[in-house]
């Protein structure tokens, strides 16, 4: 496929039935404009964010009291507030249907199945919720998660939200520690966990974690059954219940849901907690709400009744966005465990038996999957997927061929990029314009977003640093536990005064779009010039003998030198002749700066629960410098192989 050609372009047909168009039309029609495509909205959507944020509101159909007032001090991004006179319930909104129909299609790798209509997930968010009432659990109160991707999940967090408890979660595949310095932190009233789960074809027991946890904590415990014995884990754990008896006493009827302000605290989520204890940030009910509506229904073109699937764990914000798409009446298609087990087909003989219209994956699931050699174009019926999403770490241009060539033709591919902090995008996909190689299709609307250099200045033809220049719903009300802002200042706006920088190292396109090579505290700066790490990984891991890598800059003779560790494909060794050829790939494919002057194959290489690789980590472990919390990596033992390495002395 030639890069100056376009690898997915709408038709008009999908282009006309688009909420998108809709809203295009009603903007214009509301406001007496002429916006004609999604570079027209997205400017409005900037220069007029009362107007755009209150249609949005309204398009969407938002239940609640909006208020006189859209947006006040909207020039300062720490002081602007909107919808400051709004009042509304997060779960009532996600909880827009009623009878038969599945809301919820639940597997659990080859072990579980199950699907939930929307009368058996409204019973049971109205059961929890009188279960919480009864134990004094409301506004402002913490209610802690350690569980899989399933349905009572969901339920648990909109009972939460009904009273207006604020929700925070992780996978059971933290280990005590990591457990414990994120929800130790926020000083839950409940604790709410499995009792067992299956990963990779094996039941993972966490009966002693839970009572461990449980009893740092000194909070009343649910054990939720799953695939082990809830009885016999809630026995071993202090004040714990399971399930069916904490909800035993209750009748499943109307369910109260407590109108809250805009900005009241819905979710905490965590940072990667990498070089340090995790930083909680605390984000609001109306600003999640509508920037999520704005991401389905504009961006991805969520309509009600759709089967929306994202892969991802409850330790992950992409497990929040994905609930949220409850809102816009579609089906969420739950899947918890391994994406390999039993195979690599697992997911899309999900995809093909519920008709995915949204499949939401990560790069690297991506790539795995063409290293597995598999063509799911071929070996499945995909003909109602209309979009994929790709995040968590930048997609390489080889990642896109391969969805066209491999997974589906005619479907629109999304690169997606934002996170945690924003609990959403700034930069995503849209239905109205074409999609590139390698390119993120453009700025979320609404958001002003742009890269700017080193001088602050909008930086056009070179890489920068992503920046937000104007407030928008979605930023954090706070972190928790820094009550004079100074964390959250520093956070974001310590670079640039009074813009948001993400902390991305980021470049726009000729079309308008933008491309991630990584984020900026991992740059390398070999001779002073500045190299995303993504560029040298789009070369190196479309060999067939690495299967994955991580590049670091070491600091050595008062410069900077690029090192590449190669984890390689099974039965490969690191020949002298596989290192030339590997830097002939990185000559070649980006430039001689990129070339490192070391090549390293390594056994494993350490990531976080969600599957990012850690190159700080790995950059403190090579300079003899602690890594403060391991607790948030899935294979801390990793960076054990990157200690005192005698190839790193020379």
């Given amino acids: 496929?030639?890069?100056?050609?376009?690898?997915?372009?709408?038709?008009?047909?999908?282009?006309?039935?688009?909420?998108?168009?809709?809203?295009?039309?009603?903007?214009?029609?509301?406001?007496?404009?002429?916006?004609?495509?999604?570079?027209?909205?997205?400017?409005?959507?900037?220069?007029?964010?009362?107007?755009?944020?209150?249609?949005?509101?309204?398009?969407?159909?938002?239940?609640?009291?909006?208020?006189?007032?859209?947006?006040?001090?909207?020039?300062?991004?720490?002081?602007?507030?909107?919808?400051?006179?709004?009042?509304?319930?997060?779960?009532?909104?996600?909880?827009?249907?009623?009878?038969?129909?599945?809301?919820?299609?639940?597997?659990?790798?080859?072990?579980?199945?199950?699907?939930?209509?929307?009368?058996?997930?409204?019973?049971?968010?109205?059961?929890?919720?009188?279960?919480?009432?009864?134990?004094?659990?409301?506004?402002?109160?913490?209610?802690?998660?350690?569980?899989?991707?399933?349905?009572?999940?969901?339920?648990?967090?909109?009972?939460?939200?009904?009273?207006?408890?604020?929700?925070?979660?992780?996978?059971?595949?933290?280990?005590?520690?990591?457990?414990?310095?994120?929800?130790?932190?926020?000083?839950?009233?409940?604790?709410?966990?499995?009792?067992?789960?299956?990963?990779?074809?094996?039941?993972?027991?966490?009966?002693?974690?839970?009572?461990?946890?449980?009893?740092?904590?000194?909070?009343?415990?649910?054990?939720?059954?799953?695939?082990?014995?809830?009885?016999a884990v809630a026995g071993k754990t202090s004040g714990a219940s399971t399930l069916e008896a904490f909800i035993a006493p209750y009748e499943a009827g109307e369910i109260a849901f407590t109108p809250l302000a805009f900005g009241h605290p819905l979710y905490i989520l965590f940072s990667s907690g990498t070089t340090g204890v995790p930083k909680c940030i605390v984000h609001s009910a109306g600003g999640t709400l509508l920037q999520h509506l704005k991401e389905h229904r504009l961006h991805c073109g969520l309509q009600a009744g759709e089967k929306l699937f994202y892969f991802t764990t409850c330790g992950w914000m992409m497990w929040n966005w994905l609930v949220s798409g409850l809102a816009s009446g579609a089906t969420l298609c739950l899947f918890d465990g391994s994406p390999f087990a039993p195979d690599g087909n697992v997911l899309f003989d999900y995809a093909e038996a519920e008709k995915f219209a949204i499949f939401g994956t990560s790069a690297k699931y991506i790539d795995a999957v063409r290293k597995g050699g598999l063509t799911p174009r071929k070996s499945h019926d995909l003909s109602s997927l209309r979009l994929m999403t790709s995040t968590g770490s930048p997609l390489?241009?080889?990642?896109?061929?391969?969805?066209?060539?491999?997974?589906?033709?005619?479907?629109?591919?999304?690169?997606?990029?934002?996170?945690?902090?924003?609990?959403?995008?700034?930069?995503l996909g849209n239905p109205l314009q074409p999609v590139w190689r390698g390119e993120i299709q453009g700025p979320g609307l609404g958001l002003a977003v742009d890269v700017w250099d080193d001088n602050g200045?909008?930086?056009?033809?070179?890489?920068?640093?992503?920046?937000?220049?104007?407030?928008?719903?979605?930023?954090?009300?706070?972190?928790?536990?820094?009550?004079?802002?100074?964390?959250?200042?520093?956070?974001?706006?310590?670079?640039?005064?009074?813009?948001?920088?993400?902390?991305?190292?980021?470049?726009?396109?000729?079309?308008?779009g933008l491309v991630i090579h990584g984020r900026s505290d991992a740059t390398l700066n070999p001779g002073g010039v500045r190299i995303g790490t993504a560029e040298i990984y789009n070369q190196v891991e479309q060999m067939d003998e690495v299967a994955e890598a991580l590049c670091i800059g070491q600091e050595w003779d008062d410069d900077v030198r690029v090192i590449l560790f190669v984890r390689l494909a099974s039965g490969v060794t690191l020949t002298e002749d596989l290192i030339k050829a590997i830097k002939t790939r990185i000559r070649t494919g980006a430039s001689p700066r990129h070339v490192p002057a070391k090549i390293i194959a390594v056994a494993d290489i350490p990531r976080t629960k969600s599957g990012k690789i850690v190159e700080l980590a790995v950059r403190e472990v090579v300079h003899g410098r602690p890594v403060k919390n391991q607790e948030a990596l899935a294979n801390p033992e990793a960076l054990r192989l990157f200690a005192d390495l005698s190839e790193l002395r020379d």
């Fill in 396 to 427: 390489s241009p080889e990642g896109f061929t391969f969805v066209y060539e491999s997974i589906k033709q005619d479907v629109q591919l999304a690169s997606i990029s934002g996170g945690t902090d924003i609990v959403s995008c700034f930069v």
């Fill in 457 to 512: 200045k909008p930086a056009r033809g070179e890489k920068g640093e992503l920046v937000c220049t104007k407030a928008f719903p979605s930023m954090p009300v706070m972190f928790w536990n820094d009550p004079d802002g100074a964390k959250y200042r520093a956070a974001y706006f310590e670079r640039f005064d009074n813009v948001w920088c993400h902390g991305d190292f980021a470049e726009w396109t000729e079309h308008g």
């Fill in 1 to 231: 496929m030639q890069d100056n050609k376009p690898l997915w372009v709408p038709s008009a047909e999908a282009v006309a039935r688009s909420p998108i168009h809709a809203f295009i039309e009603r903007c214009n029609g509301e406001f007496g404009l002429s916006l004609s495509g999604f570079d027209d909205l997205h400017a409005w959507s900037v220069a007029e964010r009362e107007k755009f944020w209150s249609t949005v509101w309204d398009f969407c159909g938002v239940k609640g009291e909006r208020g006189a007032e859209v947006l006040v001090d909207g020039d300062s991004m720490l002081g602007a507030r909107f919808f400051p006179d709004a009042t509304l319930n997060f779960a009532e909104n996600l909880l827009p249907g009623r009878g038969e129909a599945d809301a919820i299609i639940f597997r659990g790798e080859d072990k579980a199945e199950d699907r939930w209509s929307w009368d058996r997930l409204r019973a049971l968010v109205s059961k929890l919720q009188q279960a919480f009432a009864a134990r004094g659990i409301g506004k402002g109160d913490r209610i802690a998660a350690m569980m899989p991707n399933m349905p009572e999940t969901v339920a648990a967090m909109l009972a939460a939200a009904s009273v207006g408890a604020i929700w925070s979660s992780c996978s059971p595949d933290f280990g005590e520690q990591g457990v414990l310095d994120r929800f130790g932190q926020i000083g839950p009233r409940l604790f709410i966990a499995c009792d067992a789960y299956w990963y990779s074809g094996k039941l993972q027991d966490v009966g002693s974690k839970v009572a461990a946890v449980a009893k740092s904590l000194g909070v009343p415990t649910i054990v939720v059954h799953y695939a082990g014995d809830a009885e």
